[in-house]
């Protein structure tokens, strides 16, 4: 079994369990304060800028060409394109980018920044793509099955563009490429390895979980 594959089955069960949620249901029967939901817009754009910069980072610890060229393309790819969709957000809820920028950080986020960029500074490119894994997978497994519990809750007219963005097939493609990217990477790893990409994996997921709890408690 590839190490991708590996993870995501460990991830499911606790991914599965998020959709309870209030904040994740939330989204999904469009019940959401909207302000609750704008401090999480501002939070995860503040994120995003750190989740950016592993993937800077894991370009350059990368050997390969293609795995520098691969993790170089997700930093255009998350500073275009998946942060358009929280300057739309923004935008709409009358927040600036500079306001957003200069905003404080809540002390989940920067735990979980903190960590990834950590293991990412201490360890080779193999160790930030698992860093990496357990954000991108989750949100479009959270996405997907929202839709299944909650038909239509792609068209909402102030969620939806955050779930159809998640649960968009070409987001599902982007991740099955990060896999690749992590599976080359790992492809002689050992069994001492694995268990270490699984713990790496595991505490993200936990950072990840509290991130939806400081979302839904809304104040820093």
Same mark, same amino acid.
């Given at each position: 079994?590839?190490?991708?594959?590996?993870?995501?089955?460990?991830?499911? #069960?606790?991914?599965?369990?998020?959709? %309870?949620? #209030?904040?994740?249901?939330?989204?999904?029967?469009?019940?959401?304060?909207?302000?609750?939901?704008?401090?999480?817009?501002?939070? =995860?754009?503040?994120?995003?800028?750190?989740?950016?910069?592993?993937?800077? !980072?894991?370009?350059?610890?990368?050997?390969?060409?293609?795995?520098?060229?691969?993790?170089?393309?997700?930093?255009?790819?998350?500073?275009?394109?998946?942060?358009?969709?929280?300057?739309?957000?923004?935008?709409?809820?009358?927040?600036?980018?500079?306001?957003?920028?200069?905003?404080?950080?809540? #002390? *989940?986020?920067?735990?979980?920044?903190?960590?990834?960029? $950590?293991?990412?500074?201490?360890?080779? $490119? %193999?160790?930030?793509?698992?860093?990496? !894994?357990?954000?991108?997978?989750?949100?479009?497994?959270?996405?997907? &099955? !929202?839709? @299944?519990?909650?038909?239509?809750? =792609?068209?909402? #007219?102030?969620?939806?563009?955050?779930?159809?963005?998640?649960? =968009?097939?070409?987001?599902? *493609?982007?991740?099955?490429?990060?896999? $690749?990217?992590? =599976?080359?990477?790992?492809? @002689?790893?050992?069994?001492? &390895? &694995? $268990?270490?990409?699984?713990?790496?994996?595991?505490?993200?997921?936990?950072?990840?979980? &509290?991130?939806?709890?400081?979302?839904?408690?809304?104040?820093?």
């Amino acid at each position: 079994m590839h190490v991708s594959e590996e993870l995501i089955a460990a991830g499911e #069960p606790l991914w599965e369990a998020f959709l %309870d949620h #209030p904040f994740l249901a939330g989204i999904g029967d469009g019940s959401l304060e909207h302000e609750k939901f704008q401090f999480y817009m501002v939070q =995860d754009y503040l994120y995003l800028l750190d989740y950016a910069r592993l993937f800077a !980072l894991g370009a350059t610890k990368a050997r390969a060409p293609e795995d520098m060229r691969c993790f170089a393309g997700y930093v255009q790819q998350i500073l275009s394109g998946e942060m358009d969709t929280h300057r739309g957000y923004m935008a709409r809820l009358g927040i600036t980018t500079a306001a957003a920028e200069r905003a404080e950080i809540a #002390p *989940e986020n920067r735990a979980y920044t903190d960590y990834m960029l $950590a293991r990412g500074w201490e360890g080779g $490119a %193999d160790v930030i793509a698992v860093a990496i !894994l357990a954000c991108a997978v989750s949100y479009e497994y959270l996405a997907r &099955r !929202l839709l @299944e519990r909650y038909p239509g809750a =792609d068209r909402h #007219p102030f969620f939806g563009e955050w779930v159809a963005s998640y649960a =968009d097939p070409g987001y599902a *493609e982007s991740n099955r490429t990060l896999c $690749a990217l992590l =599976d080359r990477l790992t492809a @002689e790893s050992t069994a001492a &390895r &694995r $268990a270490y990409y699984r713990e790496i994996f595991l505490a993200c997921t936990a950072h990840e979980e &509290r991130f939806w709890d400081m979302a839904w408690r809304g104040t820093c």
